[in-house]
Nanobody
Framework: QVQLVESGGGLVQPGGSLRLSCAAS????????MGWYRQAPGKQRELVAR???????NYADSVKGRFTISRDDAKNTAYLQMNSLKPEDTAVYYC?????????WGQGTQVTVSS
């Protein structure tokens, strides 16, 4: 129906940067929102950033000023630019697409911030 493929994760040192990509394909009619969530070991999944139609964005307080979400509508792709990374950002990051009252999820990409 809808497929989401994340890429761009990896191992970086504190203070470094990563750019995550989420490519959507399949039965895409009208995207209401795309976003990024993350889940660290032993913790619940949490919202990192979200962008809805019209360009309105929401960020977790812990990433404000460091992360930027964007979207290329022509490519059905969302991005998460992550700067000034901290060890506490370590988690599996999941892409989310919300359309027609249905949530779709990618498989996740690992982000590890460590020296």
């Amino acid at each position: 129906q809808v497929q989401l493929v994340e890429s761009g994760g990896g191992l970086v040192q504190p203070g470094g940067s990563l750019r995550l990509s989420c490519a959507a394909s399949g039965s895409i009619f009208s995207i209401y929102a795309m976003g990024w969530y993350r889940q660290a070991p032993g913790k619940q999944r949490e919202l990192v950033a979200r962008i809805i139609t019209g360009g309105i964005t929401n960020y977790a307080d812990s990433v404000k000023g460091r992360f930027t979400i964007s979207r290329d509508d022509a490519k059905n792709t969302a991005y998460l630019q992550m700067n000034s990374l901290k060890p506490e950002d370590t988690a599996v990051y999941y892409c989310n697409l919300y359309q027609n009252w249905v949530d779709y999820w990618g498989q996740g990409t690992q982000v590890t911030v460590s020296s």
